[in-house]
């Protein structure tokens, strides 16, 4: 599933937190930053897979919904062809009509239940992987500025080489 790869992603990059080098006399750590950059990629890669999937699901609710509505039309057009058919006394005629009825009312009834347990499992999946985005971004956030606590990196990202001297030792 699309949902733990983000998290165990997510694992990966506290687990090569944890794993880094301590800076002797700082809080700084050192981390690999190929593999900070590559788990970043692959979190890049693994969100828009998540929102094709809600998208999926989207779709499918209303194909179901849809669906609904074309069995319902059928059984309609299906009871009133019945009923055309028993037009010959008017007990059968008033039989049919009210059968036709009953049929309309429970392809109706179907159409919602299945139209209000599509929209809430819609719902929910969405709900879900917004919260999982939120947390997400959070996380990342939170290391990003951990890492450049420790680091003393300022929120613009890494000094470039331009603002560094020869001797700087800090930003090794």
Known sequence: ???????????????????????????????DEGAFLDIIDQMRISIPEEIKQA???QQEREAA???AQDEGARILSRAREDAAHLVAEHEIRRQAE??????????????????????????????RL?????????TIANG????????????????SDQDSSPGDTEAL
């Open 1 to 31: 599933m699309i949902a733990i790869d983000i998290l165990h992603l997510v694992d990966k990059l506290e687990a090569l937190v944890e794993q880094g080098r301590r800076l002797p006399l700082t809080s700084a750590i050192m981390v």
């Open 130 to 138: 917004s919260e999982e985005l939120a947390t997400l971004q959070r």
């Open 98 to 127: 009210a059968q036709a009825q009953r049929i309309l009312e429970e392809a109706q009834r179907q159409a919602q239940v299945i139209r209000r347990g599509a929209d809430e499992y819609a719902a929910d999946v969405l709900l």
């Open 65 to 67: 919904i849809a669906d």
């Open 144 to 159: 990003l500025a951990a890492l450049n606590e420790r680091s003393g990196v300022g929120p613009g990202g890494p000094p």
């Open 55 to 57: 998208k999926r699901l």
